[in-house]
């Protein structure tokens, strides 16, 4: 059994910033990538930021400059830092861990959170 914990979603005015968490814990052997992405109603999910076990990290253009993926190999936990937050990054934000288990040591799943609601808005 794997568990995925999101925290730090709210309301913020723009310009303003907000901290994601997402706590992965359980059944646990190795984490390979940890990621952010969001979704708006009657649209996709899409990527927002991406980083490997190796620290390797990916962004989508819109947030390029702006938002900082992070993560604590310790605590299973990934972060996403948002700076300069915009209208447009008004969403529903899940995170997404490509994780083995105890039990299926070969092959990797992925875990998604339950989502974090971020509202931009003055």
């Known amino acids: 059994q794997v568990r995925l914990v999101e925290s730090g979603g709210g309301l913020m005015q723009p310009g303003g910033s907000l901290r994601l968490s997402c706590a992965a814990s359980g059944s646990i052997s190795s984490i390979d990538a940890m990621g952010w992405y969001r979704q708006v109603p009657g649209k996709q999910r899409e990527l927002v930021a991406i980083i490997t076990s190796g620290g390797n990290t990916d962004y989508a253009e819109s947030v390029k400059g702006r938002f900082t993926i992070s993560r604590d190999n310790a605590k299973n936990t990934v972060f996403l830092q948002m700076n300069s937050l915009k209208p447009e990054d008004t969403a529903v934000y899940y995170c997404?861990?490509?994780?083995?288990?105890?039990?299926?040591?070969?092959?990797?799943?992925?875990?998604w959170g339950q989502g974090t609601q971020v509202t931009v808005s003055s």
């Open positions: 997404k861990v490509v994780l083995r288990t105890w039990a299926s040591r070969r092959a990797s799943y992925d875990y």
